[in-house]
């Protein structure tokens, strides 16, 4: 049998992630190399929802609104423990509102759109009429229809009914950890890659140095945190059969790499692709915002007319967000500042003038770069918020080896811009699209009857560990909620664990893994799983992209130092730089979350199984 083709896939975010998959699927080895962590970029700055794009609708993008609500709908099927559908309450001001405006963006008069905006945003019937194209976008689908109402109905949201008379209902769909949905995009690719012989490799922090000829050399990245010196894999060169560049916002920085003083390499890479806005969310923690919410999501306009959301986020935060500002720096340096978070705070006091929301009641905050298309030829005059959410794909002629970018995208639409991605690159160099990932569930799907057996085995689990009824109840919860059907697996990372190589229950209590994490209701063999079966490598690898501790309500310096003892006993931390990997993490939470982490965890006020399953 002749050798697979391998294609290096530049970018371990969510799209580069499903690209290397739908790559797999059709029978082609792949290696991805990320400089940083997996979903380390925008993918973890987001939104966090998996939605059509509404407001998309005014600009006559009914392509992607169409594209988006397909793929939304796949995805709540497919990876159903991590998207799960959330209603959404629009509040409006008045009946009329936005009609005229909405009809002058519709046929790309933006100026004249935003002189008609009005000071009052939509009205009933402007937001009637959008949501009923939506539904019939979205036709096909189990979902329940739009509906329009009075303020102040029982369970609404409690907004300020006297300033927003009317709202639509409608549903979308949330993905709380995009983070967790790539790495298992990638569990789901090496298992397709083992099944069929393919190679394929996870290379992060590592870096590319690019030959004239074509040839990669993938080195370790200087500046990766400390890990154990037999954790440093060894450098290698690889002339791949093509190079995918899914780096998202940092597209062009990676094609001035490539192209640096090579005369061959010239193709595109003069030409600015990515014109990126930067967008900051608030965590925050108000016990009357998130009773005031009843569980929906809220989706209006701040007075500007930019779109806020102000959503339910696990079983006690609301997430809030977003701006909306052209940035031209590395993206990994943008930062929410103060007006930001001001200009957010204010859009909520508007809405929920009753939960008296305070600055220091935001937990956290969070930014991250928009990789849209360069506004210069995309985005026609309009304001940052309607630039295209259009993904492209850009061949550039004259690379020694043949190479793709991908400009744009969103979460929703990663599988579709895989699939289109991979049968291009794939046609690009003579080979055939074998398969697709159309209807692929991803490894952990789980949702209903399946779900509940999920949390029942992995409660059974961690009753046999030793934990309380009650403690185990809350770990299976949130073992469930990462990891899905998965989740039994974390208990076999524990030396002799009780789960059989099929993942089905063995009879004998685990030897290790008993112990848990303090204060955040997760066991210490879930680190260990993280290590060896998706590619952690550091402590922030752990805290922020797979045990999503970065967003607990109780994380202490104590959980901290736990996951990192954990580390050092599997072998991935020199015990002696335990300390400094702490108070690294500390740092970074402080810098890039603005999170001051207290030194021991809350012991109190755990929310209960039932809230944690939201
Ligand atoms: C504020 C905000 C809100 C958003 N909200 C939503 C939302 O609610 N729903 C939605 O669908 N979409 C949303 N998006 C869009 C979505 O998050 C992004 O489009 C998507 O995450 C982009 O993924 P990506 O894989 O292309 O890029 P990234 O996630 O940025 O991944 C690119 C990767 O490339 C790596 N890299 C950089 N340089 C190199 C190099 N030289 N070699 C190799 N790798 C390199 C980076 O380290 C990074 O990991 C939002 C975006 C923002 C900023």
């Not at 600009?59 to 959330?86: D, K, M, Q, T």
């Not at 709380?176 to 995009?185: D, Y």
């Not at 003069?270 to 014109?275: E, H, M, N, T, V």
């Not at 063999?525 to 501790?549: G, Q, S, Y």
């Amino acid at each position: 049998m002749a050798a697979a083709a391998t294609i290096v896939v530049l970018g371990a975010g969510i799209n580069g992630a499903a690209i290397a998959r739908e790559l797999t699927l059709s029978g082609v080895g792949v290696i991805v190399v990320d400089p940083g962590d997996i979903a380390s970029g925008t993918t973890a700055w987001s939104t966090r929802l998996i939605h059509g794009g509404l407001r998309y609708l005014e600009y006559g993008e009914i392509g992607l609104v169409r594209e988006s609500l397909v793929e939304r709908n796949r995805l709540v099927r497919l990876a159903a423990h991590l998207v799960r559908p959330l209603p959404f309450y629009l509040p409006v001001e008045g009946r009329w509102g936005g009609l005229w405006a909405a009809a002058a963006r519709l046929a790309g008069w933006e100026s004249l759109a935003r002189a008609w905006q009005g000071r009052r945003g939509r009205g009933s019937w402007t937001v009637a009429a959008g949501l009923t194209l939506y539904d019939l976008l979205a036709a096909g689908a189990d979902w329940p229809r739009h509906r329009i109402v009075r303020a102040g109905g029982t369970g609404m949201p409690q907004i300020d009914g006297r300033m927003f008379p009317y709202a639509g209902l409608y549903s979308d769909a949330q993905l709380l950890f995009p983070e967790r949905l790539t790495v298992e995009l990638l569990v789901d690719a090496r298992q397709i890659a083992a099944a069929a012989g393919l190679p394929f490799e996870v290379c992060t922090h590592r870096q590319v140095a690019f030959a004239p000829d074509g040839t990669l050399s993938i080195v370790p990245n200087p500046h990766a945190p400390p890990r154990a010196a037999n954790g440093e894999a060894a450098p290698f060169a690889i002339r791949p059969a093509a190079i995918v560049n899914a780096t998202g916002a940092w597209v062009d920085h990676t094609l001035r790499e490539m192209f640096a003083g090579r005369d061959g390499w010239s193709g595109g890479a003069g030409q600015r692709l990515i014109a990126g806005t930067k967008g900051s969310h608030l965590l925050v923690r108000s016990e009357s915002l998130r009773g005031g919410l009843s569980g929906f999501g809220v989706y209006c306009e701040a007075t500007d007319g930019r779109p806020i959301f102000v959503l339910p986020f696990g079983p006690e935060l609301v997430l809030v967000g977003t701006t909306d500002i052209p940035f031209t720096g590395d993206p990994a340096d943008a930062r929410t500042d103060e007006a930001e978070i001001d200009y957010l705070l204010t859009a909520v006091r508007r809405l929920f003038p009753a939960a008296g929301l305070r600055r220091e009641q935001v937990q956290q905050h969070y930014c991250g770069v928009r990789p849209l298309p360069n506004a210069a030829g995309a985005g026609g005059g309009r304001p940052p918020a309607g630039i295209t959410r259009r993904h492209l794909l850009v061949r550039h002629e004259g690379a020694p080896v043949p190479l793709w970018s991908i400009v744009g995208g969103k979460l929703t639409t990663c599988r579709s811009l895989a699939e289109v991605t991979a049968a291009t690159v794939l046609a690009g160099i003579g080979l055939p699209v074998l398969a697709t990932s159309r209807e692929r569930p991803l490894p952990g799907n789980c949702a209903g009857a399946s779900r509940d057996a999920a949390v029942r085995g992995c409660r059974d689990l961690a009753g046999r560990s030793g934990l309380a009824t009650d403690e185990a109840a809350v770990v299976a919860e949130r073992l469930v909620a990462l990891f899905g059907a998965r989740a039994a697996e974390v208990w076999r990372a524990s030396p002799g664990g009780p789960v059989a190589a099929d993942g089905q229950a063995a009879a004998a209590p685990p030897a290790s893994g008993a112990g848990l994490i303090r204060g955040v209701g997760l066991p210490l063999a879930a680190v260990e799983f993280c290590l060896r079966d998706e590619w952690a490598v550091t402590l922030d690898d752990l805290i922020e992209r797979r045990l999503m501790l970065a967003f607990h309500e109780r994380l202490g310096h104590d959980s901290l130092e736990d996951v990192a003892a954990a580390m050092a006993r599997a072998g991935a931390l020199p015990p002696a730089q335990q300390a400094a990997a702490v108070a690294g993490c500390v740092a970074r939470l402080a810098s890039r979350y603005g999170r001051v982490v207290p030194q021991a965890a809350a012991e109190t006020g755990h929310p209960s199984a039932e809230e944690h399953r939201v």
